[in-house]
């Protein structure tokens, strides 16, 4: 019972860290950009574009485009990509992907939201329909199941094909919430009350503050407003990372 207190108590004085200087997210660029739709967008450009890879970047009306790469780099940076051109590249040429479909040409069916849907808001079977589309997101899900019971990253539109960097997990601790941090191990369990500092879903990391200390610590959000530290988290973002690379 000691040696757990004493592991509970060096966990609740870590101090916190500073945060360091905002900055964007870095990426590299794709080595032979393409395009399937005639629309192009920074995650057909860039590798890691992450929540931004979906935003359009330019149209594109024939076999290929030439994009300026300084306005790209800024174009990018707006959405919180940050390329520094190590090659000093003046062009970028996105071409159109082998056998993709002409701009406008409608002959893929696809995974369609049936209704407008908010940031957070979890998908249900009644929100998807199938619909024929000019190209499928690289990452378009196979079936309905593979993006039920996620929640929206961002506003998604009614008619717009599904890819699966439009949802997440949906968030079960917010920032500002009461959350229950729970340390086991051996048998022993030990619990404390905080704050959290940030959102999580299941199997995400999460600053929470203990109020009392005054100091913060980084849990695993375990369940609604509950987190855990020590052995047990880490066995809980370890599934969760399995389970975000076979998505």
Same mark, same amino acid.
């Given at each position: 019972m000691r040696r757990a207190l004493i592991a509970l108590a060096a966990l609740l004085t870590? !101090? $916190?860290v500073a945060s360091p200087a905002l900055a964007g997210q870095p990426v590299s660029l794709l080595v032979n950009p393409v395009d399937a739709s005639g629309q192009v967008t920074l995650g057909e450009i860039f590798d890691d574009a992450g929540a931004a890879r979906d935003v359009v970047v330019a149209q594109r009306t024939g076999p290929s485009v030439v994009l300026d790469a300084a =306005?790209? !780099?800024a174009f990018a940076r707006r959405y919180g990509l940050d390329w520094d051109n190590p090659q000093g590249l003046r062009r970028i040429i996105v071409r159109a992907a082998p056998g993709g479909a002409e701009p406008g040409r409608r002959n893929v069916e696809v995974l369609a939201y049936a209704r *407008?849907? %908010?940031? =957070? *808001?979890?998908i249900q079977p009644q929100d998807l329909i199938w619909s024929k589309a000019a190209a499928a997101p690289v990452? %378009?899900?196979r079936d309905v199941d593979a993006v039920v019971g996620l929640a929206a990253r961002r506003p998604l539109r009614q008619g717009d094909a599904v890819g699966a960097h439009d949802v997440t997990a949906p968030i079960v601790i917010r920032a500002g919430d009461t959350v229950m941090v729970t340390w086991s191990e051996g048998g022993v369990t030990l619990t404390l009350q905080g704050k959290a500092i940030g959102? $999580? !879903?299941v199997g995400e990391s999460v600053s929470v503050l203990n109020t009392a200390s005054k100091k913060s610590i980084e849990a695993v959000a375990s369940g609604p407003d509950e987190a855990l530290v020590g052995p047990g988290a880490q066995d809980l973002k370890s599934a969760h990372s399995s389970q975000i690379a076979l998505r």
């Open positions: 870590v !101090a $916190a =306005g790209v !780099a *407008d849907l %908010a940031t =957070g *808001d979890v990452d %378009a899900p959102n $999580a !879903a």
